[in-house]
């Protein structure tokens, strides 16, 4: 369960975040939509504490991240946007180095990456240096490596960026899985038919501001038989 | 206990392993270029220096029928007399302004009169003394000149049944008490430069890597969101990058012991003195600069916002403890209490100390450990203040 409450954050002139306040519940997923810029990953970066907020909170399953970092992040997996991978580690010891620093021992460290392996199908790549991955592999290995220590939440910048349609579908199962799971899951796109697609609960944000939110149908009703597109561009257009 | 700074250090050494330009520059720049280069400088250094009173050097005289004499003990001591030379004084003036000579030797037209009549015979010495070149050529002749001249006048007090030492009220003789080891010293001080030179290359693509690298490769964010304290992270990336410093810093000392192997100390009557011993004191007498070079250069390199600004300011950084190296050369200093609180010259004046083979101060080397140590601490306390940073993520 994860909550924001009135956050706001400015990055000298430029304001980031203007009083954002959503709650994303256990077994759904809720998707952050909005243009580029909009406030999506300064909104994930407070919640996964490398930036702190001007105003308001963050929290999750009540606890609050500014006040316990360390903690927040063990309950947290995050992939980020980018998710750069080390290019001289395989699949494996990029995996493991994360698993170490959870502090995950081994035998249970080798034992979880090779279930990850299996799960996310990185069988060819799992012994293979990272330099040279196509996108499609870097961020299935990074979702591993997310993943390693078992999350109960999970954090997704842009998950989708630069994958092809096969990777796209098989990360689409994935996140199912993982809500059928009882998985808390919150990922920001800006692609309104993917968030169609996936997302239980919508967040539209523009300008650092939250336009529209609710369940996908219940902004479906709220907006007459207007696709999610529309909706998009009119309340961004109205802002 | 296998704590988050004993992983990140771990990761990195294995990463930076696989690395070719970490691993050139620990690896083959230290210790093979390093010490190469030294033994080639200082082979060239002892040639020029031992060559050149042996070598026949062409000497243009001018008037040189005048005297016959003065021209065949020139002769004999490797002094030319130059085939087509100026003809008139003011030939070779104009000839050695113009750098064409170094020297010149105009001999008076009277010359041959006046020491048949025992007067005093003049020749005169044309030099440019803004060339270098021109002073040691200059020495060479007048030495050559003032022998023969001596020689003459010792003869012609003899012929008159005077003892020549009557002109002689002072006899200096010189006693030399430089050791060997200690002349050769000149030449190895040098030997610092390289040393520490080499030690901050090691370490080099690690500083670099520790917050610009993972910043331009998108691993830093990741990275962040792990359950562990930014000071861990970072001071895993200096125990990294301290480890390279030791092992560029061991494989060069490694180099410099075979290197010296084939440097002709000898044959200007020195002793390297670099045995291995010699070099393991030496090793000790370092490490405690590793911490600080490897805190320095993250520190720097967390002001960098790309992997190349990084580099072009480290470069500057690999500069900065040659300045008191630099300094130490220009002012000749000799070692002292207080100096020792200065990290690169402390090392150097030590390791100096010892290649000198004079005995070495153990409190003055604890002094030099600390001041390095504790310095290097500081600078990585405000490199983790740094690296906590907002902006750090660019």
Not at chain 1, 48 to 60: E, F, M, N, Q, R
Request: overall charge neutral; proline content about 4%; some cysteine.
């Amino acid at each position: 369960m994860i909550e924001v409450s009135g956050l706001s954050k400015r990055f000298g002139a430029v304001v980031a975040l203007d009083d954002v306040s959503f709650a994303a519940a256990d077994g759904r997923i809720t998707g952050l939509l909005g243009p580029n810029g909009a406030g999506k990953s300064t909104c994930l970066r407070i919640l996964y504490t490398v930036l702190k907020p001007d105003a308001g909170y963050a929290k999750i399953n009540d606890v609050d991240v500014v006040e316990h970092p360390l903690w927040a992040r063990r309950e947290l997996g995050v992939l980020p946007h980018g998710a750069g991978l080390y290019p001289q580690l395989t699949t494996r010891e990029n995996i493991a180095y994360f698993g170490r620093l959870h502090g995950i021992k081994e035998p249970a460290l080798s034992a979880r990456i090779d279930q990850l392996v299996a799960r996310l199908e990185l069988e060819e790549i799992a012994d293979r240096r990272a330099k040279g991955f196509s996108q499609g592999q870097r961020t299935k290995v990074a979702l591993a490596r997310a993943l390693v220590h078992r999350p109960k939440n999970l954090l997704l910048d842009e998950p989708t960026n630069g994958l092809d349609v096969m990777s796209t579908l098989s990360l689409r199962n994935w996140l199912s899985e993982l809500k059928a799971r009882g998985q808390c899951i919150v990922l920001s796109s800006h692609i309104m038919q993917e968030v169609a697609a996936l997302c239980d609960d919508i967040v539209i944000v523009a300008h650092g501001r939250i336009v529209a939110q609710g369940t996908t149908e219940a902004l479906r009703e709220r907006f007459g038989n207007k696709s999610l597109e529309d909706i998009f561009v009119e309340t961004v257009a109205g802002s | 206990m296998r704590t988050p700074i004993l992983v990140v250090c771990r990761k990195e050494v294995l990463e930076n392993g696989r690395d070719r330009r970490t691993v050139f520059s620990t690896l083959f720049f230290g210790p093979l270029f390093a010490p190469a280069l030294f033994a080639v400088l200082i082979n060239v250094m002892l040639s020029q220096a031992l060559s050149s009173m042996d070598e026949v050097m062409e000497l243009p005289i001018i008037g040189a029928e005048h005297a016959p004499n003065l021209v065949g003990f020139l002769r004999r001591y490797g002094l030319e007399p130059a085939d087509d030379g100026p003809a008139s004084l003011e030939d070779a003036r104009a000839a050695v302004a113009r750098g064409q000579h170094d020297i010149a030797l105009a001999v008076a037209p009277d010359y041959a009169q006046a020491f048949r009549n025992g007067d005093d015979a003049r020749v005169t010495l044309i030099v440019d003394r803004s060339e270098t070149g021109a002073t040691a050529a200059s020495q060479r002749v007048r030495t050559v000149l003032d022998a023969y001249a001596n020689q003459i006048g010792m003869l012609r007090l003899q012929a008159r049944g005077l003892n020549p030492a009557v002109l002689r009220a002072v006899t200096i003789d010189e006693l030399d008490v430089s050791t060997a080891a200690a002349r050769s010293v000149l030449l190895l001080g040098m030997l610092t430069y390289f040393l520490l030179l080499a030690t901050l290359a090691g370490g080099f693509y690690l500083a670099i890597d520790a917050t610009a690298g993972e910043r331009e490769r998108g691993s830093l964010e990741p990275l962040l969101t792990v359950p562990v304290g930014r000071s861990s992270l970072l001071l895993g990336k200096m125990a990294a990058t301290i480890c390279y410093m030791l092992l560029s810093l061991a494989l060069t000392l490694f180099g410099f012991m075979i290197a010296l192997k084939f440097v002709p100390l000898e044959s200007l009557g020195m002793r390297a003195n670099f045995d291995a011993a010699v070099a393991l004191q030496t090793f000790l007498l370092l490490a405690p600069f590793t911490p600080l070079g490897a805190a320095l250069m993250t520190l720097v390199a967390s002001f960098t916002r790309s992997y190349k600004e990084a580099q072009t300011y480290l470069t500057l950084v690999l500069l900065i403890p040659t300045l008191p190296l630099l300094l130490a050369s220009l002012l000749n200093v000799e070692p002292d209490f207080r100096l020792m609180w200065i990290p690169s010259l402390s090392q150097h004046l030590l390791v100096t100390a010892l290649l000198k083979a004079e005995p070495l101060s153990w409190s003055y080397a604890a002094v030099s450990a600390t001041a390095s140590v504790v310095l290097g601490a500081l600078l990585a306390l405000l490199a983790i203040r740094l690296y906590d940073r907002e902006a750090l993520l660019g």
